[in-house]
């Protein structure tokens, strides 16, 4: 039972433009979501979190957007920089405690 | 600041021998994670640690596998025996605990069962 779902294996993006990655959710008792970064060889970074309260969370380049009523999230990367090139992985927790729940994770390609 | 520290960072044993990895957590930290990953997946938690308690051990496979954090600080993930699907990434993070989500991860073991 895949509580956090990230459907796209991988995207690609040129350099400069938007990256656009998605995220559903099915447990309704979510209320704390996190993206993070991995690069090869490294474990995940935390990018940029939101909670249940707020339907977007802004940090320099990256914004990320939260639909409670449809369970989903997504995080914009504006402008895309070859940098960003990396896995990134969506994950959700509940009520305070903190078991997080991660995606399978989308693979972002930005081409210079 | 010294983030979290894992050792070795790669190993390679035969079946049925056992392994251990060695995690130190970020300093202050209280709240230390001992994650699974296989090849394109995400994460899977195996233990989280409040100080030298564990408080979530559910998904930790007990028959061959078990962990320690003595005194709070470093932590030890052992298995004992290993068999060929153990061949993942293991990632030790640790978050200061006390409502913050945000976790911080090492840059794992990755062990190979041959």
């Known amino acids: 039972d895949q509580q956090v779902k990230q459907n796209s294996p991988s995207l690609s993006v040129q350099e400069g433009r938007i990256s656009i990655l998605n995220c559903d959710y099915t447990?309704?008792?979510?209320?704390?979501f996190l993206w993070y970064k991995k690069y090869p060889a490294e474990g995940p970074t935390f990018l940029i979190s939101?909670?249940?309260?707020?339907d977007k969370n802004e940090d320099g380049r990256f914004t990320v957007f939260l639909n409670k009523s449809a369970k989903h999230l997504s995080l914009h990367i504006v402008p895309s920089q070859p940098g960003d090139s990396a896995v990134y992985f969506c994950?959700?927790?509940?009520?305070?405690?903190?078991?997080?729940?991660f995606g399978i994770g989308t693979k972002l390609q930005v081409i210079p | 600041e010294a983030g979290v520290v894992q050792s070795p960072r790669y190993k390679i044993i035969e079946k049925k021998q056992p392994v251990a990895f060695w995690c130190n957590p970020i300093?202050?930290?209280?709240?230390l994670y001992w994650y699974l990953q296989n090849l394109g997946q995400g994460p899977e938690l195996l233990i989280r640690?409040?100080?030298?308690?564990?408080?979530?051990d559910s998904q930790l496979p007990k028959d061959r596998f078990s962990a320690e954090r003595l005194k709070g600080v470093d932590s030890t993930l052992k298995i004992q025996p290993a068999e060929l699907g153990d061949s993942a990434v293991y990632l030790c993070?640790?978050?200061?605990?006390?409502?913050?989500?945000?976790?911080?991860f090492g840059p794992g073991t990755r062990l190979t069962v041959t």
């Open positions: 993070a640790s978050s200061p605990g006390q409502g913050v989500y945000e976790q911080y």
């Open positions: 447990n309704s008792m979510f209320d704390y």
């Open positions: 939101i909670s249940s309260i707020k």
């Open positions: 994950a959700a927790s509940s009520g305070g405690y903190q078991k997080v729940t």
């Open positions: 300093s202050g930290h209280n709240t």
């Open positions: 640690y409040e100080n030298e308690e564990a408080v979530d």
